[in-house]
């Protein structure tokens, strides 16, 4: 019965100490993993930062708009009429001095002839009263009314010989007849629009229409670049030649003019094209690369900075002012003047991640 109660005694002890040491390599097994998973959690994340300076910039305005002939004209008949003749359509280009249009001149080469007839009578009238007044048979208020009266013949012939001739439309230059708003055989006014034409001899403008706020920092002169829906890859580059002093009252805008340089392209009136007016008011900002960004969300943006007295990577986030030639505007407070963005592994990174950089550019 001793032997039996010893025997059960080491049994105990021996499942105690089984116990003790189960419960010690639990233990020791437990510290090794927090010791790697803190080893793990401090290790560096190497990656590669750049460093970015505050520049003082002109925030573009964008715009939009139709380019346009810098001379548009709307073409008319001097004297009124029935048109008897148009010679070209919409869109048809024509050259300076070629005849778009003409009047039934019937009537007007009737009062052409009045006009000479009456002049051929006031020149025989003067003739025979100045030589009565040589003569001393007429009194010299005769032969000034008889002056007069050639005067008038002569200014009348002047008169309906100018209507005669601008009873014909002609082009005044080089150009695209844009519109036509009348046809054959109807009667038109004096000063009644019959074309809408437009030169292509000049430079090429552009009106934009720009918020009031945008247009207090805006200058004449101040330069612009645009591109058209036709060519686009080919940029143009323009300036700004007049700025409206009031909105337009359908839209609140005000309208600004373009004038765009010699483009070597062949332009068309009506082209659409977009650009950026480059202002003469200049802003503080940092210029952070396109590959810096993490994230975006409307205008605010989010990146990494390196922080070298942790050599942890901080995360921020800014307002997003233009994104130009691959690089983001940022409007951020004066920071360190060695200010590091990170460019490559940011999207691996959470914030205060230890960082190892393997370049600096």
């Given amino acids: 019965m001793k032997t039996f109660k010893k025997k059960q005694m080491n049994t105990i002890r021996i499942s105690a100490l089984a116990v003790s ?3 010690l390599a639990v233990s020791f097994q437990s510290c090794t993993q927090t010791l790697a998973t803190a080893e793990k959690k401090d290790l560096a994340i190497p990656a590669e930062a750049t460093k970015v300076f505050r520049e003082s910039v002109a925030l573009p305005i964008h715009v939009s708009g139709l380019i346009r002939a810098n001379k548009e004209s709307r073409l008319s008949f001097k004297t009124g009429g029935i048109i008897k003749k148009l010679n070209v359509d919409e869109g048809d280009k024509v050259k300076a001095g070629d005849v778009l249009a003409q009047l039934d001149l019937n009537e007007i080469n009737q009062q052409v002839l009045q006009a000479k007839v009456g002049l051929e009578k006031a020149q025989r009238d003067f003739k025979r009263v100045e030589n009565l007044y040589n003569d001393t048979v007429t009194t010299l ?19 309906a010989q100018y209507n005669l001739k601008f009873s014909t439309i002609t082009a005044p230059s080089n150009g695209i007849i844009m519109m036509k708003f009348m046809e054959e055989n109807e009667i038109t006014g004096p000063g009644i629009p019959v074309f809408y034409f437009a030169s292509d001899e000049d430079t090429w403008k552009m009106n934009v229409g720009v918020s ?8 004449m002169g101040n330069q612009a670049e645009i591109v058209t829906d036709a060519y686009p890859n080919r940029n143009v580059f323009a300036s700004i030649s007049k700025i409206a002093n009031a909105p337009e009252q359908t839209t609140g805008l005000y309208e600004v003019e373009l004038s765009l340089e010699n483009t070597g392209l062949e332009l068309k009136p009506g082209f659409f094209a977009r650009g950026e007016l480059i202002p003469s008011h200049e802003i503080n900002c940092y210029k952070i690369p396109v590959d810096a960004i993490q994230e975006g969300f409307g205008n605010t943006v989010s990146f990494f900075v390196y922080e070298n007295k942790t050599g942890r990577a901080v995360k921020k986030e800014s307002e997003a002012l233009f994104l130009h030639n691959e690089f983001v505007y940022v409007n951020m407070p004066l920071a360190d003047a060695n200010l590091q963005v990170i460019t490559k592994k940011q999207k691996e990174l959470k914030n205060l991640d230890k960082v190892q950089l393997a370049s600096l550019k």
């Fill in 141 to 159: 208020e005769q032969l000034q009314n008889a002056t007069s009266a050639l005067d008038v013949a002569q200014a009348t012939l002047n008169i």
């Fill in 21 to 23: 040491l189960l419960a």
């Fill in 212 to 219: 009031d706020k945008n247009v207090v920092k805006l200058q």
